[in-house]
């Protein structure tokens, strides 16, 4: 009888553990949007909005994965308390991710009372988000760590990486990619077909990939798929193609005359256009400390991308408050969970001792 007791007595005990554990994290919605709140076990002594990536139309959000829980684990661990929202729509959703972001910033805010300190941070899309988030609110954060994303003009960038990788494959490379414009809802790029014509032309291959900052021209039918799935998305988003090539005078190829000649053009529909310009196009206009990092290979955002958000910072006069380190990996935010919390905690350092990050490598 007593062992029984003290079975069900310890049972009790793992029982109660289990539901305080639970207790430590909220999951909700907000206007649609759905998030999930984390608590650090000993208590509340900062806030991290963590703002996530491009998420393609129809998949489902999973905020339970293993490389997720190991993050959070890393500014949980420093008391900091983790909130992320899955934004009331997916693709290119800039513009709903900043105000869902901000609903439930607001609503922690309410429950749990402000904290001592609040940090903006996300990964490739979500990098953006930062930026746009932490332009628009400076009064509300303390600082902000965006990782792998694009921080230039993205009208400009995507017309760069996105729609002219795109359009000038399609000569090199014909019957793959196929018109730009009018793009239905189902339609998507046929990796097979891209890798069938790329092994046809390996040499032709080789020098388009290099021309494009990429490892090798094995990357390209996923790079190509994906970049068409965002152009697809953003028509319907936006109400029409946002990007104009008339004016591009295409250069560094193996025959520059005979794709200038050939080349498909495109003109930009101009609601389409004020869309993209507006979600985003960063001013450099932050009163708070910015740490990016960003690996020293991704095949998705070259690294200018990332860096060139100096010259808004500089033209705005805040240049000492944006700082851009890497990480030696290649892939696109390739980075181990240990490597974002030395980053975090030079962020930290920075806050609260006015300490400027160096330079450099984060290791």
């Not at 907000?30 to 608590?39: K, Q, S, T, V």
């Not at 650090?40 to 909005?49: D, F, I, R, S, Y």
């Not at 308390?81 to 972001?101: H, I, L, N, R």
């Not at 290649?330 to 806050?351: S, V, Y």
Request: glycine share 8%; net charge neutral.
């Amino acid at each position: 009888m007593k062992r029984l007791f003290v079975a069900v007595f310890l049972s009790c005990l793992l029982a109660i553990a289990a539901a305080a554990q639970d207790a430590k994290v909220e999951n909700g919605s907000i206007n649609g949007a759905a998030f999930r709140i984390e608590l650090p076990a000993a208590g509340v002594k900062g806030l991290v909005m963590y703002c996530h990536g491009y998420q393609v139309v129809g998949t489902p959000n999973n905020f339970e994965n293993a490389r997720a829980q190991a993050l959070r684990k890393e500014f949980l661990s420093r008391g900091f308390a983790f909130a992320e929202s899955a934004y009331s729509t997916q693709g290119w959703a800039v513009k709903e991710a900043v105000e869902d972001t901000e609903a439930l910033r607001r609503y922690f805010v309410s429950k749990h009372g402000k904290p001592n300190e609040t940090i903006v941070l996300g990964h490739s899309m979500g990098g953006a988000i930062s930026i746009a988030t932490i332009e628009k609110y400076p009064e509300v954060y303390d600082g902000a760590l965006p990782m792998c994303g694009p921080l230039n003009v993205i009208l400009n960038g995507f017309q760069e990486r996105i729609f002219d990788m795109l359009v000038t494959f399609d000569f090199l490379f014909p019957n793959v990619v196929g018109s730009l414009t009018q793009l239905p809802q189902t339609a998507k790029l046929d990796q097979a077909k891209a890798k069938a014509a790329i092994e046809t032309a390996p040499d032709k291959a080789t020098m388009f990939a290099k021309h494009y900052s990429l490892g090798s021209a094995a990357e390209l039918p996923g790079v190509l798929a994906f970049w068409f799935e965002i152009v697809r998305e953003l028509q319907f988003r936006a109400g029409g193609n946002a990007f104009d090539n008339r004016n591009t005078i295409y250069d560094g190829f193996d025959d520059d005359v005979a794709l200038n000649r050939g080349v498909k053009r495109y003109a930009a529909d101009a609601k389409a256009r004020e869309y993209l310009r507006q979600h985003y196009s960063p001013t450099g206009k932050i009163a708070d400390p910015v740490l990016t990092i960003h690996t020293t290979y991704d095949q998705l955002i070259p690294g200018r991308f990332v860096s060139q958000y100096d010259e808004f910072a500089r033209v705005a006069g805040t240049q000492d408050l944006f700082v851009a380190k890497f990480v030696v990996a290649k892939g696109h935010c390739n980075f181990t969970a240990p490597q974002t919390g030395a980053a975090f905690d030079e962020l930290l350092a920075w806050i609260r001792d006015k300490k400027r990050p160096a330079a450099g490598e984060i290791k």
